[in-house]
């Protein structure tokens, strides 16, 4: 089965730096585009940013430079490093990613996998 799982999520001052962590395990062929998305107390969950397998690179409106998203395809991760954190960017943050699964018949349709989220607290 395909697995993501999500770290480096956790309690940050105002101003400060957290790197999340998604590793993708199971019987994979390919990786297509990644990304995170997050969703605040109350919000819909939104676009933080993704990364297609070209390296092109999409950001939401709200992180004005503060966040980069990076991928390894050898280790099947996707990275997102947050600078200059502030109390908006609370919320949960959710990997995806649009993978090709392996199985004995061969290559299945892309689909999209979610990580379980993990809780980003930005707080004095």
């Known amino acids: 089965q395909v697995q993501l799982v999500e770290s480096g999520g956790g309690l940050v001052q105002p101003g400060g730096s957290l790197r999340l962590s998604c590793a993708a395990s199971g019987s994979i062929f390919s990786i297509n585009a990644m990304g995170w998305y997050r969703q605040g107390s109350g919000k819909q969950r939104e676009l933080v940013a993704t990364v297609t397998s070209g390296g092109s690179t999409n950001y939401g409106d709200f992180v004005k430079g503060r966040f980069t998203i990076s991928r390894d395809n050898a280790k099947k991760t996707v990275y997102l490093q947050m600078n200059s954190l502030n109390t908006e960017d609370t919320a949960v943050y959710y990997c995806?990613?649009?993978?090709?699964?392996?199985?004995?018949?061969?290559?299945?349709?892309?689909?999209?996998?979610w990580g379980q989220g993990t809780q980003v607290t930005v707080s004095s």
């Open positions: 995806k990613m649009a993978v090709i699964a392996r199985t004995m018949l061969g290559r299945m349709p892309s689909q999209d996998y």
